[in-house]
């Protein structure tokens, strides 16, 4: 086995002309060969490079073991631990060179790709067909890898193959594109010679217009003169026409004097006229009394038959005055009831308000005797942690009660604060089910900020599920879910406290409020829902969704979401939106930002209005249901009286929201709601002021208006 590894083979030097029967050709026709054309040719060339010259009892001379390891180790670092065991255990000289069959190959490829013509499309399947054909010899040389290398070598083939007919089915695309290509480069050029007249037209008539502007600036400039000059023009005649006008009045009056002057000559030199004939002056005068007797006649018998007639014209003129007159009196009879009727009733209000003042004088009387001075407010300046900025901003539009409250939570702030643990109140049954507890737990410390957000999360899950928990279970679940069991007690004791102490923030008031049902969860989300119905009603007005509104706009939109609202609330929510009587109606309003909201939770006056209008709305309407029941609180009402005092005070209730405050007012369930007419209803009986105390917790307002009665 040495010796044959030692031996050289002779690999025959094999002639161009040899080796081209292979089928390595310039045209096409090798990739149209059979395969079975294509294996015999190979086997041909085979048994041409492969003959006795380079093999020795028909055994290949393989490449010694000793030289593929010194190939190989021209790659290994040569500090390296195997390049020393390597080194150490072959001591085969480093001279060796590659078997001849091995070079005979390299030198056979290496002449095949010199004598390939890359210039043509083709030049890369003809750069493989060489590479294929030593693949090949390898395959039928080494038998046992024959299965292997063949499945390899057929993999690749078939690749190529569909990567060929993937090639052949888009090079009528290719030719589709071309020509696509060519008519868009036409088209665009055919567009570009287009806007080439296009532009030159207009710069033609870009340049007429010039042409025509400048003269017309030359027509204007040359009117202009011409007015000038006939100002000027016009100015002197003026001048001229007023002085012949002076002239033309000074020379009549030179005249008219001149003929004064002649008239008095004419008469000075005109002595006979007083020499007349006196005959002919007694004849005329006689005849001049004669008619003076005649006139005198008939003017005595005009006035005694037209002594009593008046003209036409003066009666017409008389008549007409005479109207006149009728009509002012008339309207000063109408003037005078209207002031007669505002004199009445400014007599019963000046009465009303004596009667008031008199009442204020006595109570200011009773206040002066029993008040303590009032406090001086600038002094919680320095105590209330931010200064006196801060007070302003908190004190700003309180009053002294409201003031307290601002002052007291404040404080209890603060002693909150340095609290570390709460006590437990233990488990006895007036303890909410949220706080029972032995123990201490945690003060967690939160600020403000933080407990409205939390508060504001907690309405956000209870709105959207199914609320099948009471309101207590649902708040102490949720801090479960939020902070896990182990802090769940912690954080109920702590924001607990916290609603307790801030009265005057309105998410942890009412939140309060219904935690410890002193007020149903429904009025909450109702108020919610009100607020949302108006932002959207104002949303659809804005039709440009500019975020404004005018102050028509916005008083079309409150009387139409609030149609039974009176005048002056309306007037009241318009005002408290930045609306004031002395604006107009067309100025603008942003609209948006009457519902924002600040960091802890408080709502702009807007919303502040709406929840005090429906506070007192829903006392006027409980005020209302009292009187008619005509009972005193601590009287006992039944059902069926409740029903009629209700459908009485509010004919547009339905069905079913007037069985919805009938239940809420005896605290009926569902299913023991009596119908209307049953004998079980003149059994279900409360106290007055419970009903009132479980309607005020509820939501309940008007439907409806009251329809009036009629006139006596």
Not at 338 to 346: D, S, T
Request: hydrophobic share 35%; with cysteine.
């Amino acid at each position: 086995m040495d010796s044959q590894n030692s031996q050289t083979l002779n690999f025959p030097t094999t002639s161009r002309a040899h080796l081209r029967p292979l089928g390595v050709s310039i045209d096409d026709s090798l990739f149209t060969e059979t395969k079975n054309t294509q294996k015999r040719k190979l086997s041909q060339k085979r048994k041409t490079l492969l003959s006795g010259s380079f093999s020795i009892g028909g055994h290949l001379s393989p490449w010694p073991r000793y030289i593929s390891d010194q190939t190989i180790l021209h790659n290994r670092k040569p500090c390296s631990d195997d390049y020393r065991k390597r080194a150490g255990s072959l001591q085969q000289p480093l001279g060796t060179t590659k078997p001849r069959y091995l070079e005979q190959l390299e030198n056979y490829l290496r002449k095949e790709l010199l004598l390939l013509d890359l210039s043509t499309d083709s030049a890369q399947e003809l750069r493989l067909q060489p590479y294929r054909e030593i693949f090949e010899f390898f395959i039928e040389d080494f038998k046992t890898y024959k299965p292997l290398l063949s499945s390899i070598k057929n993999a690749y083939e078939v690749m190529l193959a569909h990567q060929r007919e993937k090639i052949r089915a888009l090079e009528p695309l290719k030719a589709k594109l071309i020509t696509v290509n060519e008519n868009c480069n036409e088209r665009i050029l055919a567009m570009r010679a287009e806007e080439r007249d296009e532009i030159s037209t207009l710069k033609k008539e870009k340049m007429n217009l010039l042409k025509l502007i400048d003269k017309k600036n030359e027509e204007k400039i040359s009117l202009q003169t011409e007015v000038t000059k006939l100002r000027k023009n016009l100015a002197e005649e003026y001048l001229h026409y007023l002085s012949e006008r002076d002239a033309r009045k000074i020379l009549i009056a030179d005249l008219n004097e001149l003929r004064y002057q002649r008239e008095d000559m004419s008469l000075a030199q005109s002595p006979g006229v007083w020499g007349e004939d006196p005959v002919k002056l007694t004849v005329a005068l006689k005849m001049a009394r004669q008619d003076l007797t005649r006139t005198q006649m008939e003017l005595n018998t005009m006035k005694a038959n037209f002594g009593d007639v008046v003209p036409r014209r003066d009666f017409e003129m008389q008549e007409k005055t005479l109207k006149e007159l009728q009509e002012q009196l008339e309207s000063l009879r109408d003037d005078y009831e209207e002031v007669r009727k505002e004199h009445e009733m400014l007599l019963q209000l000046h009465m009303s308000t004596l009667k008031e003042r008199d009442q204020f004088y006595s109570e200011l009387q009773e206040i002066q005797r029993t008040s303590t001075p009032r406090p001086d407010w600038s002094k919680c300046e320095d105590v209330v942690a931010g200064g006196r900025d801060r007070w302003h901003m908190l004190a700003e539009g309180k009053n002294s009660d409201q003031l307290v409250d601002v002052l007291l939570e404040e404080i209890g702030e603060g002693l909150l604060r340095e609290k570390d643990f709460f006590p437990g109140l233990g488990y006895g049954e007036s303890i909410p089910p949220f706080l029972r507890f032995d123990g201490t737990v945690e003060n967690k410390k939160p600020t403000k900020k933080e407990v409205v957000k939390l508060l504001k999360d907690a309405w956000k899950e209870r709105i959207t599920e199914e609320q099948k928990e009471k309101f207590p279970d649902f708040f102490f679940s949720f801090l479960e879910r939020h902070f896990g069991p182990g802090d769940a007690m912690a954080w109920a004791y702590t924001i607990f406290e916290y609603i307790k102490l801030f009265h005057t923030n309105e998410v942890m008031s009412q939140f309060y409020a219904v935690l410890m049902g002193k007020r149903k969860e429904s009025v909450y989300i109702k108020q919610k829902e009100t607020i949302a119905q108006l932002l959207k009603e104002m949303t659809n007005v804005d039709s440009q969704n500019e975020g404004l509104l005018t102050m028509e706009q916005l008083s079309a939109v409150l009387k139409s979401t609030f149609p039974l609202k009176k005048d002056e609330r309306i007037q009241e929510l318009m005002e408290a939106g930045g609306w004031h009587p002395s604006s107009s109606n067309a100025d603008l309003l942003n609209y948006r930002m009457l519902f924002m909201e600040d960091e802890e939770g408080q709502s702009v006056p807007f919303v502040q209005k709406l929840w005090e209008q429906y506070m007192v709305e829903k006392d006027e309407y409980l005020n209302e249901l009292k009187q008619e029941l005509g009972l005193e609180l601590n009287e006992e009402v039944t059902l069926p009286k409740v029903r009629e005092a209700l459908m009485n005070i509010d004919p547009s209730l339905d069905k079913q929201t007037l069985n919805h405050y009938l239940r809420q007012a005896f605290q009926l369930p569902m299913t023991e709601m009596p119908e209307e007419g049953e004998e079980r209803e003149e059994g279900t009986v409360t106290q007055l002021q419970t009903a009132l105390e479980q309607l005020q917790m509820s939501d309940i307002r008007r439907m409806g208006p009251r329809e009036q009665e009629p006139a006596s």
